[in-house]
Each structure stands twice: as C-alpha cells, then as structure tokens.
C-alpha cells in the first residue's frame, strides 16, 4: 500500500529532477555572448517592412558602427598637437588584430595622395558630369546640335574669365592652365558653399580607426580596449579621449546585467517579505523557491531553445516572473483540505479549474504577442508564457511529494465589516474610479523614444560629444542617404537629390559620374573633335593666351583617346583611391548601394519619396517605427484580452464570467485614467504592462469568485499572490531603465487597483448578500 | 551615434575639398622672387630707422580705405581688377569688402580668416595645417604684430625718401611656396600697396587711397563686415 501511495511522489519526483537537470544542462552549455543581445536594433524586426529603415539598420551595423575617435594631448605643451605620438598610436592600432586601420586625421602625406588621384582623374571622375550639365543647357538655347562644339567652347572661357574675380583663383592659379573647364575647382566649390567645419582640436592630434568586429559583440569590446589601452601605456604622459559604438555597447552590457541581479534579488526580497508578513510559519515560504527557480529557469531555457537570439531586456522584464509565478504555489499551498481524508489528488482536481482557468487565459494572452512584429514583444509573449506553465507544473508537481501541504496564512478577515457609512463611501469611490476610468484616458499622451530602451549614461555621452567636437563635427549640418538597388541608381538618385538643394549640399558621389552621364561621355566624344580649336578661339577672345593652356589640350586629348571601360570599373577606381574616414560616405561594392551627401542645414524637409533619401535621425526614424509597433501592440492586446475574456465566459456563468473581465478592464482604464489626469506621456511599454496586469488581475478575479458570490473577502492566497506580484512589479518601478519602470509601475498600480476592487468590492454589496 | 560618427568622415571630405588647391598650389609652384641680402633687417623692432614705422602702421585706431587690386596670372594679358573698400577696427580685426566684380567680404582677425558671400554665407579656409599657417602668417603681416612678424618671417626694408618698402619672406619654405613673398609700401606712417608676388607673372597688387582714420562705424556695419 505504502509502495502505491509513493509512487506519484517518485514521478513527480523524477519529472521536475529530470526537468531541472535539462534546464541546467542546456542553460550551462548556452554562448550566452552569442544568444543575448544589448543592441537597441535588434529589437527591431530583421526584415524591417520599411526598405529605408531597412538600409538604416544596416548603415547602422555596418562600417560606421565600428569607428573609434582618439584625441591625443600633451598636458606638458597643451597647445602643441602631440603629431609623432599621433602617428605612434596609429600605428600600434593597425599591428593590433583588434583594428582593421588606423589613420592620423590631417595626415598632409594622405590628404595630398588623395588631391593628386582627384586631379589626375578628372576627366573620368568629373568630366561626364560637367559635359553633360553644358549640354543640358545648349540643348535649352535650342541651337543645332553641330554647334555645341563653339557654344561649350565659348561658355567655358567665359566661365574662366569670370572664375578669376574669385577669392580662390589666386590660390588655384597653377592648376587653371591643366584645368581651364574648372572641373577640380567646381569640386572645391563645395567647400565653399558649406560652411567651414570648425574643428577645435585645439593642442590634440587626432585619431581615427575602425575595429574589425562589430561593437556590438565581445570581439568588437574587450579586445579593443585592451589594444587601445596597450597603445596609450606606450606614451603613459599623454592624455587620450576616446570614443566608439563598443563603449556605450559595453556599458550598457554591464549596466543592464547589474540591473538584472540587482531587479531580481530586490524582487524576490519584496515577495518573500510580502509573505512572511500574510502567513504563519514563514519558513514554509522556502518551498515556494524551487517552484519559483523551475519557473524562470523554465522560461529562460524554452526562450533560448525558440529564438536565436534575444535581447537582454526580455531577461529584465522576465525578473518579475517571480511574482506571477509563485501565484499559483499560493493557491495550492494555501487552500485547506476540505475533509481530514482529503488525498493531495483529490484537492489537485478541486483547484484545477481556477487554476487552468487562471494560467492557461493568461497564457493565451501572452501567446498572440508571438504575432507582433517586433522581436522584443515577441520575446516576452514566449518567456511569461512559457514560465507560468512552467510556474504551475511545478507547483502542481512539487507539492505532490509532501505529505499535506499547507500553509496558513495570518489573516481572516477581509474589510467588509463596516455599516451603511462605509458601504456609501465605497460606492462613492466607485462611481469616482467609473469616473476617472471613463474621462481620463483622453488625456492621455503618447510618446514612444528609442533611447528608453537604454540606461542612460551621461558621462559617456559628454564625453562623446567632447571627442566628436574635436573632430570638428557640427550640430549645424544634416546627413542624408541616398540609396538604391544598383549603383547606377543610387548615384541617379542622388544627382536628383542635390539637384534639388538649394542650400550648401555635397557628396562623395559627386566623384562618380552618373551612368547616363559616363556612358554619353564615352559616345560624344567622337562629335567634340573641333572642340580644342573653337576653346582656342574663345580663350584668346577672351584675353587669355591660349598656349599657356597646352597640358589641358594634351590631357584633353589623351581622354578622348583613352579606350572605353565599364562604369563598375569606374567605380571600382574610385573606392581604391578613398581610404580611412572617406571610405564610409558611400557604399559602391554590394546592395543597397548608397551615397551620403551634407547638407548646410540642421534640418531640410523630407526630400521627395522618388529620390530615395533619408535622414540619418535615426532615432526620428525608430520613434517613428516604435510608433507604429505601439498601434500593432495595441491590436494585439486587444484581440488578446478578448481572447482571455472569452475563455472566462466559457467557463463560467455569464454574471460571473461578467464580474470576472470587469474588475481587470476597470482596474487598467482606472489607472490609465489616474496617469492621464496626472499628466504623464505614456510608451509602448505602458502599454505591454497594462495587459500584463490586466492578465494578473484575472487570476485574482478568478480566485475571488466563489468568495465574492457569498459576499465575504478573498482568500488569502489571492492577497498574497496580488501584494507580492505588487511588490515585485514595484521593484522594477525603480529601474534606472526607463522603459523597464514603465511597465513595472502600470503592472503594480493594475494589480493594486484590481486587490482594492476585490478587498471592496463585498463590502458595497453588502446589503444584497 | 554611427551617423555621428561618420560624419567625421563628412567633415575630412570637406576639409579635402579645402586643401584641394593648397595641394597642388604645392605641386606646382614657381619659385620665389630672391630679395637683395643688404636689404635684410636683422632686428626691426629695436631699429632705430623702423621702429616708430611699424608703431604707426600697428592698427590703434578706426581706419577706412578704398582699394583695388589687380591680379596678374601667367595665362591672362592683362589683370583682373577688383574694387572695394578696407575697414580696420583694432580690437576686431580688418576687413576686405569687395565691390566689383563680385561682391564678397574678407575679414582678417584673431581667430583666422573668414570669407562671406553677399549672401551671408559664410567660409573659413581648411583645417589643413599648411593653409591656416598660410592664413594665421597672413593675418600677422596685415596686423603689423611685429614680434610674431619676427620669429615667423626675415624681413626686408628699403627707403626713398618718405617712400618706403618692406618685404616679408617666410621662415618657412612651404608658406613661401604656397603665398609667396609679401611686400608692403607708403609713404611717411601711410600704407600705400600690398603685393603678393609669387613670380613676375603671378602676383596680386593692392593699392589703398583714401583712407580716413577715427571712423565711427555702427553696430550695423561692424556686424556685416566683421566678426
């Protein structure tokens, strides 16, 4: 007999020993690196819907994430850039396999490499461009076309005469007898039409380099400040500042791991204290532990095994599992066997449909978050559903092996003992909540800002800024960024984007000739065969000596023999002769294919949809697309809680079903109304709390029913489970990371609000019971 | 934070764009003019025979010319003329206003020099070290900053009578080549011209005519024509 009545035990025994032990072993083995994430853009669907987000996020993840900006000074001479440590520093950058390169900014040896390849390009860089603009014009006059020759002739002399009145003629003197269509000072016109950069580096020399690892793994952190510190102890007196994507990515590593033990440890103190203050016998709380372990060990295990890779936020928010979770141990510890002979089994089959009715709707819940478009939310659908059934297994699974699990809880009584006076209070209160629930929410304001994700750190963001001041960047220019599916129309693109600007605006692009263009070079330059005599002419009309412009006529015809080549190989030249910085201002080897341009203006209005060009405000455009995801979230939720309260009618009968869905939805306007009227701007996560609390209320609303049909307070599991799923969520309140406090602060005023609703709610109907 | 990154990257573009010309102002410079050796002033600060010169021409008070320049270039017959108007305010600098054929204004003060259109937009020269050296030289020489004029120039004085010229050629060979020799003349404690002279057939003359001193400019025009 004995043997009989154990041998469930032993089950129950070896299913959560097999469990935990699966759990372990998949967790221990886990790349954590690997699997978790702290990039904000992973948050945000791999295939975004939008192209241009989409080109965004990879600009973002690509080449320019992995720059770093050093400064360098000499605190002994501060006004004297410390060039040869510079230079030094470079050097043992690029030796590191940390670095992919390493350039001194200002380098004159790379700058005039750079000017002598653009000046001895110019009839394949910049040629087509000019060629093409003049026969634009000619075309406009409505000459014939044989007479293009003379009219390109005569308007470039004039172009000439006129360049000479120029503050920079003097300085260009030398080039203008190689170069009399102005094709490299065009180029240099740029510079003049934006305004200068400014940098005030003052007495630093200056540093840019770029990791081969991306910063938002651990090759593209730790062994980069390891090689950045190895290279500063080479010159120990110098003064270095440095900046990169890898330290903020690291930070906030650090930071949110903090957070998380921090959370954790604070969460399940609040819940424990909770406890021991609502039952007797507090020690008996400690087998509440393991279920609350096999809980979230559960969900991080099934998380892990279903996404590829998830981000450490969902762990965040995951902490406050512990509080969900232990509702159902409550219940089943808590509940009294109804007679002496009551068997573990028996009491199991009693309580088993308040609690599938309590975990299997909130799962459900949960479960149609797996239908959002973002991962994140996607994510935490997974992790609390998988950890309540984990949470109520357990329980349900654990408590099989004592012998009469029972826990007493300290109070009896409810607050349903005062008289008429209190009776009409709480009415009172009620028609006040109806009041705030129904008017407030359209008070609401909504905002969602992508830097919520992120614990802010301020010193790392000043001294970012101070290192970006050094390099001279300017908050008074925007960046924009053509793209396209191919080169040709990228750069088509883009020559329709700074054709269209009527302030200062330049481009790297500007050095490729669009493809149009470059093919109609290589076709009209048989028909400018009497060019060079008509330019002759013109030039010496206009009192110039047309000999000193011999090295133009030669090059002039060196071009129109040169054989013709692809435009891909033109691009191809092109990038091999930009190095360091330069080579991030275009993409021209894979798709999309995108040129960045600078715009004199902080902001410009939204260039038309056909010229493909976005801001680089990419925290504009992910507020934006956050935006979205809140309206996708709230559908979700929605069709969510509709889901949960049509499981609750279909089991039970419609007055209580009634009761059941009116005490969380009440609860969730109420207190959207209370932050409406208090004038708070409420997020996507404000959002994703209130049906986490909405779902939790449930539970308590269910638990509740059979006291609040004979009209006396709720149990004590019910006030345990709320008050310590209150303080758990309320820990996270405390967060430092914004959108975490968001969600922790809607959940604990939800739930406090639906206790408060339960607690009362036999008192007003006193008079009827 | 990428896109602010790679902005640096936006920002050595335009310093390219910049040095453009001073890179191959460099590669393709003529020779300067030599000076006569007997014309070398060893110490002019403490030279009896220039020193109250150079205490007249350091600006100390409100000054306003008219000028022209004419730039000599190798390929032309003949100049181009400029016009316009010089204003000097001592604690603010001095300041170019060209009148025809463009109208532009350049102003030369402490921090450098500063170009701005008759739109009001505005351009510095680049960062590039050899052309702010060029620019801060330039700016020492039309500030008449003697001691800095010193260490960073030999200068060369002549005089005829109440005319008198003197030249400045830099210590540094690259500035020579890039901005060549600067000569400055008058008569008595007036300046008369600026010459930029790179070769015979490269130069640029300035002659100023005139002046008034102890000029009361309004908040206006000090705005519009400094900085």
Known sequence: MENAASRPKWIARLVLLAFAAGCAAWLLRLDHAAKISTNVLDLMPAAEQSAELGVVRGFSQ???????????????????????????????????????????????????????????????????????????????????????????????????????????????????????????????????LLAAPGAQAGGHALVWALTRASPFTEDGQAPVFAAIAAAQATHPDLALRWTGVSRFAAAS??????????????????????????????????????????????AWTISTLLFDRLHMLVFVIGSLLSGVAIDYGFYLYMQPSLRPDETYGDKLRRLLKPLLASCLTTVIGFSLLLFSDLPLIRQIGVFVSAGLLCALGAAML?????????????????????????RATVRLLAVAALLVAL????????????????????????????????????????????????????????????SARSEGAGSVGQLLPAAADWSAWQGRRAGLASFTAEFRAALAARGFTAESFEPFFTAWDEARARPASTYESLAAELRGALTGPLTLLSNTTTAPFWFLTIVERPTIPPPARELHTIGLNQLASLNELFTRYRWSALRLSLVGLGLVIGSVFAIYPWRRGLRIAVIPAGACFFVFGALGLAGQTLNLFHLLGAFLGVCLS???????????????????????????????????????????????????????????????????????? | MPSSLVSISVHQWLTLLGILCVVFSELHAAEPLPLPPETLLADPANDPAWRDLFTKLAPTKTRQSKFEERRFFPFRKEPVVLTGEVRIVPELGLSLRYLSPEKNTLIADAKGLLLRDDLGRERTPPNDSRAQAATSALVRVLRFDLAALQRDFAVHGRREGAAWTLSFVSREPAFTTLLGTLTIRGENGALRAIEIVKSPTQRIEITIRDSVEDVLFTGDTLKRFFR
């Open chain 1, 62 to 192: 690509g080449a320019p994430a992995r720059v770093v900006l050093l400064a360098l000074r000499d605190p002994r001479a501060p006004e004297t850039p410390p060039a040869a440590a510079a230079r030094a520093l470079a050097a043992t950058l690029r030796g590191s396999p940390a670095f992919a390169e390493a350039v001194v900014i200002g380098d004159p040896a790379a700058d005039t490499d750079l000017g002598k390849k653009i000046f001895e390009h110019r009839f394949e860089w910049l040629l087509p461009t000019w060629l093409a603009a003049r026969e634009r014009e000619f075309t406009a006059t409505g000459q014939a076309p044989d007479g293009f020759p003379r009219w390109l002739a005569a308007r470039a002399a004039a172009d000439l005469e006129s360049f000479l009145a120029r503050p920079e003629a003097a300085a260009m003197q030398e080039m203008l007898p190689r170069d009399p269509l102005l094709l490299v000072p065009a180029l240099a016109e740029q510079a003049r």
């Open chain 1, 398 to 422: 654990y408590f099989a092996q004592l012998e009469r699990p029972l826990l007493e809880g300290r109070v009896g009584g409810g607050l349903a003992g005062g008289g008429a006076l209190a």
């Open chain 1, 253 to 298: 590593r650090a930071r949110i791991e903090s957070e998380i033990k921090l959370l954790n440890t604070l969460s399940l103190l609040a819940v424990l204290g909770v406890s021991a203050l609502l039952v007797r016998r507090a020690w008996k709380l400690l087998h509440l532990v393991p279920i609350i372990l096999l809980s979230i060990g559960g």
């Open chain 1, 698 to 769: 449930h539970n308590y609303a269910i638990f509740s029913a059979e006291n609040a049909a004979a009209g006396t307070a709720p149990p004590v599991p019910v006030r345990l489970s709320a008050l310590s799923t209150a303080a758990s969520f309320g820990v996270l309140g405390f967060s430092r990371i914004p959108v975490i406090h968001a969600l922790g602060m809607t959940v604990a005023l939800i739930v406090l609000t639906s206790l408060l609703a339960v607690e009362l709610e036999p008192l007003a109907r006193r008079k009827n019971a």
């Open chain 1, 439 to 498: 008017l407030g929410p359209f008070r609401l304001r909504w905002r969602d800002d992508v830097r919520q994700l992120d614990l802010p750190s301020a010193d790392l963001h000043a001294n970012d800024a101070a290192v970006r001041a050094l390099f001279g960047e300017s908050a008074q220019r925007s960046l924009w960024l053509t793209h396209g599916a191919t080169l040709a129309e990228a750069r088509q693109r883009l020559g329709a984007f700074l």
